[in-house]
């Protein structure tokens, strides 16, 4: 007995295909037997990528030993470049916020002012001076008032071509003229070798004088202009039977810290390089004396 020939067979699996997808398209009645069939082959498929995944498993579990030191140092480099980037953007936010510091302190002065930077430091432990990189180039003359955003720092000594040595208020040949902000009393300022300490000279015994009184530039002789802030009174003594009292002070001015500095150009002028050298030479002080007159270093 023969079986249906071929052509009837096509013809059969052709019309049986039709009545699945009609019955499929218009309604849906093969998609339990479809999710059916995809549930059964699922470990078929699985099996089939099984190489595939236990080939890089294996590629990791036996990562040879220089790759992981090779990219250990890899990693090492990366994070010193990062923390190296990460402190110089904490140094240059500290330097824009002394800039901010400075731009408001020189915005709050009737003088102009021109922005120099510290870039050394005199190495004799008995001389308080830095060196700033702003000269005669830039219009400095000796005697010119220095001051951070907190306070006076000094006065110009002399200067360079493109540098400046400036006498910091703490040196011992130093003097300000001041007064108390809250009276107007006057004194001398005088340093005395220390940098976080001055001392206030000729104040009777009776005087209004109190801790934590600031003490301002009195502009008296002209060397440094009225109403600049010195320092803080901080500490006060008086002797049963002397004339006057013992008063030290703490400078405003961050003398051993601060990088940027302002330069104060003012109409009341700064006396010659020769005259200051001939007032610090001269080495006496009177209690009227202006700030460049100086007094002899111990």
Known sequence: MQGPVPGFRLLIVLVLSAVLIVADDRFERL????????SALAPVFWLGNAPDRFGDWFA????????????????????MILERRALKYGALAAENNRLRELMNASGALDDRVVVAEVVGVSPDPFSHEVIINKGARDGLEAGQAILDSNGLMGQVLYTAAFTSRVLLISDSSHAVPVEVLRNGLRAILLGNGDIGQLELVHVPDTADIREGDVLVSSGL????PKGYPVAEVSHITKDPGAPFVTIHATPMARLSRSKLVL???SEAGAAGTEELYDQQEAGSMAPDAGPETGRETN
Not at 221 to 224: C, I, P, W
Request: cysteine-free.
């Open 60 to 79: 990791g579990v036996v990562t040879p030993r220089e790759d992981l030191l090779s990219e250990n140092e890899a990693l090492k480099a990366r994070l």
């Open 221 to 224: 002789g002209g060397r440094f």
């Open 263 to 265: 330069v104060v150009f």
């Open 31 to 38: 998609e339990p037997l479809r999710s059916g069939i995809a």
